[in-house]
């Protein structure tokens, strides 16, 4: 079968193959480094790793290329509240991600490139739109006439009275500077105290869509196979992006554009403005294991909305346990020679109904459920004692198979922790390595909250021995309670 994908352009599901011969392109959105991200950001990063796995999987060469945005009004902002230089301060959460990436098993991308690094590309483009006709100045602003791109609204299906679908927490401000509401900024005028590059343009800085149409244009070159980000930047990123290139070069921009769901949190979307955000550094201090966050972020299909629990952390970190004993079985017991018949083809089964679940527009859930399909008829055949050494490689196979494109078999995850000097502190309670897949049993502040509740009503009611319970529960837990005049107090250890 052929890989399907999802395009939001066409609205379809398409046949995916590159467009010149075995090399796929590809153009991801990265962060923009004002601070931590957070895993709402992951997700979208773990489905494209995920994709690109897989295209190398079915043999395409893959060249990706992901920005980081390192000039824009929260960085700029942030920086000056630090009292730091621009380029010092976003220096240090490019740093954090490029070991958030190495936690959470992220294939390096071929091209990671800096917006302040490409002002000259982006100033060359701005001038090639001018020249076109596609942009004009005021205030020392340069903007984009969304009126000379007829195609405008093709991707988001936009109405174009001005109704904004989706919108997005990055609007440029200075409306009143525009001819129409609904140009946007190619180049900004420098603001006083702000960080400015001098160039033919005026003295000034880019704004954001163009960073990644310039970008992409070097590297890839046009029209390229894949554009991918989060649902959040259809509208009016991707928009605009598409409006600026094919306005440049007269060429279609990208062939797929490919958008991943939000993660919810108690039904709204996780992120930064709403203040219901967790980086990957917030659940490695809570005991969960950066394997266990992949896993729970590639197990969803990318068009369907995650919902975030801490007890489906936990369960992916169970999940993930059963997987890596099932291999350390595999590889250490001793079966008995021969072949069992009725197993004989079930790996080759599962082999099969893998590749079926992700040529289905990237179906992880599906995968998932193959793989544990065959994690179960393994297991339940070594109990019994039907399993054979005819079948080990065969089954070792799928596992390995499985693991190229989910990345996260392999246990070095303490390892990492040790090396980024993120290691959870060794604790009486065992806050290290238990075997079990938890560092420590985490909890949120409110399952804490909640449990303290339970243990004063067990006090109230005068049952001590369940109160000792709890007490006990949450100090396995690694929270330590304190009864004072005033209630109970509680700590993390
Ligand atoms: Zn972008």
């Known amino acids: 079968m052929a890989l399907r994908l999802y395009n939001t352009l066409s609205g379809q599901v398409e046949e995916f193959a590159p467009l010149e011969g075995n090399r796929v392109r590809i153009y991801t959105c990265g962060p923009t480094v004002y601070d931590y991200g957070h895993i709402g950001n992951y997700r979208t990063f773990v489905f494209q790793d995920v994709l690109r796995r897989y295209l190398r999987y079915r043999g395409y060469e893959v060249v990706q290329v992901m920005n980081v945005t390192d000039v824009d009004d929260k960085t700029i902002r942030n920086a000056k509240a630090a009292g730091m230089p621009l380029r010092a301060y976003t220096d240090q959460f490019i740093q954090a991600f490029k ?32 020249a076109k006709g596609f942009a004009y100045r005021s205030e020392g602003s340069v903007y984009f006439r969304v009126r000379a791109f007829p195609d405008y609204g093709k ?82 990123h991707h928009e605009n992006e598409i409006a600026q290139s094919e306005a440049a070069t007269g060429k279609p921009f990208a062939r797929f554009w490919l958008h991943a769901e939000h993660l919810i949190v108690n039904g709204q979307k996780m992120s930064k403005s709403l203040g219901n955000f967790y980086t990957l550094r917030d659940l490695i201090g809570r005991g969960y294991r950066p394997t266990a966050v992949r896993y729970l972020l590639a197990s969803v299909p990318h068009r369907k909305p995650l919902n975030f629990t801490f007890e489906g952390l936990l369960q992916a970190q169970r999940s993930l346990e059963r997987l890596r004993n099932f291999r350390s079985r595999l590889t250490m017991e001793i079966f008995p020679a021969g072949h069992n018949p009725v197993f004989e083809t079930r790996a080759s089964q599962a082999r099969q109904a893998l590749e079926d679940a992700l040529d289905d527009n990237l179906n992880t859930a599906e995968a998932l459920a193959a793989l544990f399909d065959l994690v179960h008829d393994g297991n339940a055949a070594m109990d019994r004692g039907e399993f054979r050494e005819g079948e080990r490689a065969e089954v070792l196979d799928v596992l390995e198979r499985w693991d190229r494109i989910f990345a996260m078999l392999d246990d070095a995850d303490h390892a990492k922790l040790l090396r980024f000097g993120l290691a959870a502190p060794a604790g009486p309670q065992g806050a290290g390595e238990d075997g079990g897949g938890v560092l420590v049993a985490a909890l949120s502040d409110e399952e804490i909250e909640q449990r303290i509740a339970a243990r004063n009503s067990a006090r109230a009611r005068r049952d001590f021995a369940r109160a000792d319970q709890i007490r006990e529960e949450l100090a396995r837990a690694g929270v330590i309670l304190e009864d004072t005049k005033a209630g109970t107090r509680w700590k993390r250890k």
């Not at 071929?110 to 001018?130: G, N, P, Y």
């Not at 006083?192 to 890839?220: N, Q």
Request: charged residues 30%; glycine residues 8%; negative net charge.
């Open 99 to 130: 070991i958030d990436r190495e936690l959470l098993n992220l294939e390096p991308v071929e091209h990671f490139v800096r917006a302040t690094d490409h002002i000259d590309d982006m100033v060359q483009m701005i001038q090639t739109l001018e």
């Open 155 to 236: 991707l988001s299906k936009i109405n174009l009275a001005g109704n904004r679908p989706g919108g997005s927490e990055r609007v440029d401000a200075d409306e009143y500077e525009k001819a129409d509401a609904r140009d946007f900024v190619l180049w900004k005028a420098a603001r006083e105290g702000e960080d400015f590059w001098e160039s033919p343009l005026g003295p000034g800085r880019p704004g954001w869509h163009i960073e990644c149409s310039a970008m992409s244009m070097k590297y890839l070159g046009v029209p390229f196979d894949v554009h991918s980000g989060g649902t959040d930047l259809i509208f009016p």
